[in-house]
């Protein structure tokens, strides 16, 4: 069983930057993986980034939309995951939640993770 919980979500100027963080409750963090959706007033949920489990050797996925502008990190000994978010645009805004499973598979299918966070709001106003 493993507990989530983001921080770090607020209001941003278009342009700026936040940090979302996920810690995690339990053992063996590191053979989860860890993953970051969003989900917007009246869409569906997307996904943002993921980092794999550590023994594949920690690869990280983007969505093409936040490519080159966030950055996914895992501190193992912290049990906690990070989403470093620069030039932020309106587009952004959303609930963010953090998601963790131990399974093999894809990593940018929402239905897929087994555990979940609460969210965090991010409000990026232009």
């Known amino acids: 069983q493993v507990q989530l919980v983001e921080s770090g979500g607020g209001l941003v100027q278009a342009g700026g930057s936040l940090r979302l963080s996920c810690a995690a409750s339990g053992r063996s963090f590191s053979s989860y993986a860890m993953g970051w959706f969003r989900q917007a007033p009246g869409k569906e949920r997307e996904f943002v980034a993921a980092i794999s489990w550590s023994w594949s050797g920690g690869s990280t996925y983007y969505a093409d939309s936040v490519k080159g502008r966030f950055t996914i990190s895992r501190d193992n000994a912290k049990n906690t995951v990070y989403l470093q978010m620069n030039s932020l645009k309106s587009e952004d805004t959303a609930v963010y939640y953090c998601?963790?499973?131990?399974?093999?598979?894809?990593?940018?299918?929402?239905?897929?993770?087994?555990?979940w966070g609460q969210g965090t709001q991010v409000t990026v106003s232009s």
């Open positions: 998601a963790a499973d131990r399974r093999f598979g894809p990593l940018d299918v929402w239905g897929r993770y087994e555990y």
